[in-house]
């Protein structure tokens, strides 16, 4: 299957500061990665689809101007959490996979804001 | 709408015996069906998938599940559980009719606890 990478898998920062998130496909070509965000001991919740080449698809509720996606290459998309509050700390997962495959999912980032 | 259920929170079971985690599916048309284990602090990790063919799927870790249309239904299986599965499980529906062109809708996920 696809190999995702996803970096950094933990990250610490201050309130206010902005924190990016890659989401690397190594061998598969994504017109689109998937963004989940999982709270502890939860499932996971997809956040928004991003899109090669065009604007990301964020799903209700999700403000897309805290969570900026860009999705520049066939293997790169990044997710930015802008003015991160301690609110935002989760887990963030990504992931790839065509519709009649199974989703490869990144390793996740811890993002704890303190 | 779509969406799975998996009604345990959490599964236990003594190493050896064999072990079931259920999921219930809820979709308009042919479901496709996922399973995925998350060790902690880890992303997902696939371990079978029904799309069509035969209702008994064979996975990775020797992990099955059967698909129940009748019952709607995609319980996880192994014949002899591992302390090494201990984990977070999840199962997923793909999602055809959102906005995200075919996410994965997952349940709430159910804990399994093998112990020695």
């Known amino acids: 299957g696809a190999v995702v990478s996803q970096h950094p898998s933990r990250v610490i920062c201050k309130s206010g500061t902005s924190v990016k998130i890659e989401c690397r496909s190594l061998?598969?070509?994504?017109?689109?990665m998937f963004w989940y965000r999982q709270f502890p001991k939860q499932s996971l919740m997809l956040m928004a689809t991003?899109?090669?080449?065009?604007?990301?698809?964020?799903e209700q509720g999700v403000e897309k101007d805290k969570f900026l996606i860009n999705h520049a290459s066939l293997t790169l998309s990044t997710l930015t959490v802008t003015s991160a509050h301690p609110e935002d700390s989760s887990f963030y997962i990504c992931?790839?996979?065509?519709?009649?495959?199974?989703?490869?999912f990144g390793q996740g980032t811890r993002l704890t804001v303190v | 709408a779509q969406s799975v259920a998996q009604p345990e929170d959490q599964v236990n079971v003594a190493e050896g015996n064999p072990l079931t985690v259920k999921c219930t599916y809820s979709?308009?048309?042919?479901?496709?069906l996922f399973w995925y284990v998350q060790y902690p602090n880890r992303g997902l990790q696939f371990l079978l998938k029904?799309?069509?063919?035969?209702?008994l799927v064979k996975g990775s870790y020797g992990f099955e599940a059967e698909f129940n249309k009748s019952q709607t239904s995609f319980h996880l299986k192994k014949p002899s559980a591992l302390v090494s599965d201990s984990a977070l499980y999840f199962c997923?529906?793909?999602?055809?009719?959102?906005?995200?062109?075919?996410?994965?809708?997952f349940g709430k996920g159910t804990k399994l606890s093998v112990k020695p």
């Open positions: 029904y799309i069509t063919g035969d209702n």
């Open positions: 992931s790839v996979g065509s519709v009649n495959t199974e989703a490869f």
């Open positions: 061998d598969f070509q994504a017109t689109t």
């Open positions: 991003s899109n090669e080449g065009s604007k990301a698809t964020y």
């Open positions: 997923a529906v793909r999602d055809w009719y959102g906005g995200s062109q075919g996410n994965l809708i």
């Open positions: 979709v308009s048309g042919n479901p496709y």
